[in-house]
T-cell receptor, first 113, second 112 residues
Framework: DTEVTQTPKHLVMGMTNKKSLKCEQH?????MYWYKQKAKKPPELMFV???????INESVPSRFSPECPNSSLLNLHLHALQPEDSALYLC????????????FGEGSRLTVL | DAKTTQPTSMDCAEGRAANLPCNHS???????VYWYRQIHSQGPQYIIH???NNETNEMASLIITEDRKSSTLILPHATLRDTAVYYC?????????????FGAGTRLFVKA
């Protein structure tokens, strides 16, 4: 199994809603990542979890709250988002933290109304 | 931090080799060069990486200059399915490890 699975594929939410994005991998990888990608732009690193601990937060606003319940799961909790937060949110994993290639999921496309 | 410079876009005829250049003149000695591609509406896909030596796998070849200031990704026989944005990434070292930071990339169009 070499897949990173992200759910939901599409999400529409209002600015007052609370929602979550979910990411799952069963490759035994010990690092997981969230990237944000706006249209026609490269992915931007948001968070890195290493051995289930938050290692990097790239100055992301607190309305985005990551969570790593176990080594296979990564969540991104969303609250009080703005329309400019609409983007493709990509999850990735790597075998060891900060080394090796990243395996990406297909992304969750978020629209904030 | 090492940054990369790539052409905005390139064309390639189907069946021909696609050579995608990348400049990374400020690369440090322990920073690897990685290549990913992103086909429309999909997540990025790892292609290949290297430190000093040239590398080849089933997808592509990576040629790194001796001074490591530039590299070229070679797709030997491009197909229409290779149309994508190709990202050259220098995995940046920082205290505690490395970060994978994407640059603007090259949009490759493979034409029949």
């Amino acid at each position: 199994d070499t897949e990173v699975t992200q759910t939901p594929k599409h999400l529409v939410m209002g600015m007052t809603n609370k929602k979550s994005l979910k990411c799952e991998q069963h490759m035994g990888h010990r690092a997981m990542y969230w990237y944000k990608q706006k249209a026609k732009k490269p992915p931007e690193l948001m968070f890195v979890y290493s051995y289930e601990k938050l290692s990097i937060n790239e100055s992301v606003p607190s309305r985005f709250s990551p969570e790593c319940p176990n080594s296979s799961l990564l969540n991104l909790h969303l609250h009080a988002l703005q329309p400019e937060d609409s983007a493709l949110y990509l999850c990735a994993s790597s075998q060891a933290p900060f080394t090796g290639e990243l395996f990406f999921g297909e992304g969750s496309r978020l629209t904030v109304l | 931090d090492a940054k990369t410079t790539q052409p905005t876009s390139m064309d390639c005829a189907e069946g021909r080799a696609a050579n995608l250049p990348c400049n990374h003149s400020t690369i440090s000695g322990n920073e690897y060069v990685y290549w990913y591609r992103q086909i429309h509406s999909q997540g990025p896909q790892y292609i290949i990486h290297g430190l000093k030596n040239n590398e080849t796998n089933e997808m592509a070849s990576l040629i790194i200059t001796e001074d490591r200031k530039s590299s070229t990704l070679i797709l030997p026989h491009a197909t229409l399915r290779d149309t994508a944005v190709y990202y050259c990434i220098v995995r940046l070292s920082y205290t505690g490890g490395f970060k994978t930071i994407f640059g603007a990339g090259t949009r490759l169009f493979v034409k029949a």
